[in-house]
């Protein structure tokens, strides 16, 4: 079946995955939003997509704060239209011992990567559900399902907090038409890498089966496909792209 345009939006789009996702669902026909703290950069990566502004706008928001991003969906709603996609990919990595992560900071990286999926996913999935069409895409992590603590115990912990929120709003938009996925990614070149101690980066790729960092095009293409109609009877799914890394 052929898609039909729909109103999009990416979190955390102002640069890596979420600026490729971005792009991937504007070249599918789709209306993009691209929501990032860095409002300068999301508006630029929203301008090289559509300098005119009718089907890609940027606007800065910080994912943490629920009245921000409440102002953030009105902002889109009222520029391209109801959302009928939403990819949660902003996210927090800090590479610190499990040890010495002080509280303020757990908190804030799980305000960040996880309670902004519960705070994004109930203000925009009842209207899917009333339209009888939506696709959400949740941006997990192998760390997530392993237990890796290189990205930090607060980030694993936060990834694996998104697979189990996936399942249970998969449960609740079933029958409505709306489908909840999470997408669990690792070792992906993006310029979250470049703040990686260069041994630790050489180190992990002796580990990839596939013999190469991801790309960022291989991972958004992945969560486009998740967001079309074909995608229809894929749900509450975590879906590995790892180079191999991790195999079940
Ligand atoms: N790159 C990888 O290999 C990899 C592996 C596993 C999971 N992931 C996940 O994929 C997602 C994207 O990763 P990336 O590598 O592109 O990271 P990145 O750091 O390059 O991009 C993250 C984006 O999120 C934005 N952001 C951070 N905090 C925010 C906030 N409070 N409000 C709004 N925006 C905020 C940042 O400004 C940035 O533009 C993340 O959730 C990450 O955990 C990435």
């Excluded at 703290?37 to 890609?56: M, N």
């Excluded at 209207?127 to 399902?145: E, H, T």
Aim: aromatic residues 4%; contains cysteine.
């Amino acid at each position: 079946m052929t898609d039909t345009s729909r109103v999009a939006v990416v979190t955390g789009a102002g640069r890596g995955l979420g600026a490729a996702i971005a792009t991937d669902l504007h070249a599918g026909g789709h209306r993009v939003a691209l929501l990032d703290l860095d409002g300068e950069a999301a508006t630029a990566a929203a301008k090289a997509l559509d300098p005119a502004g009718e089907s890609a706008v940027g606007v800065a928001v910080d994912v943490r704060d629920p009245a921000a991003l409440r102002d953030a969906f009105d902002q889109v709603r009222s520029s391209l239209g109801v959302p009928e996609i939403l990819v949660n990919n902003a996210g927090r990595t800090v590479p610190r011992p499990v040890w010495d992560i002080d509280l303020d900071e757990w908190d804030d990286v799980l305000a960040t990567n996880l309670r902004s999926v519960l705070i994004a996913t109930r203000e925009l999935a009842p209207a899917m559900r009333d339209r009888g069409w939506g696709r959400v895409v949740n941006m997990a992590s192998l760390a997530g399902q392993q237990g890796g603590l290189v990205a930090g115990a607060h980030y694993a912990a936060s990834k694996a907090g998104i697979l189990v929120l996936t399942k249970i709003f998969a449960k609740e938009l079933a029958a409505a038409g709306v489908t909840v996925n999470a997408v669990a990614p690792a070792a992906v070149r993006t310029p979250v890498m470049d703040a990686m101690d260069p041994g630790q980066l050489e180190r992990s790729l002796a580990t990839i089966p596939v013999g190469r960092l991801g790309r960022a095009d291989e991972v958004a293409a992945l969560v486009g496909f998740l967001c079309t109609e074909a995608a229809g009877y894929i749900t509450g799914a975590t879906v590995d792209i790892n180079g191999g890394v991790f195999m079940r």
